[in-house]
């Protein structure tokens, strides 16, 4: 009973389009050629500027190469598929830029 009164409501209600105005305002012909002009980016250090990347340490780099050598030991290992090993990549990763 329901469901018949709902499909009565629903074809009985006028279901048109509305004619909306297109969002936005019209744009002239010369304006649409004009280039508006360039700003310089201002080179601060402000905290939203990105952070240089470290130097690069070969030292650290090379430890950081033989602990995840000796972590993840051959590729066909179980140690190959390890937490350790996983981290001790992302520590060479880190290291070695």
């Known amino acids: 009973m329901r469901h018949a009164l709902l499909v009565v409501f629903l074809a009985s209600t006028p279901i048109e389009a509305q004619d909306l105005p297109d969002p936005g305002r019209r744009v002239d012909k010369p304006e649409l ?21 470290p130097k690069r340490n070969d030292r650290a780099c090379e ?18 598929n390890s937490q350790a090993c996983a981290e001790a990549y992302a520590i060479y990763r880190q290291a070695c830029p």
Request: hydrophobic fraction near 35%; proline fraction near 15%; charge should be positive.
């Open 63 to 80: 430890g950081a190469r033989q602990n995840y050598q000796l972590s993840c030991r051959a590729a066909i290992s179980p140690a190959a």
């Open 33 to 53: 050629n004009t280039e508006l002009p360039k700003r310089a980016m201002p080179q601060g250090s402000g905290p939203f500027d990105p952070i240089a990347p």
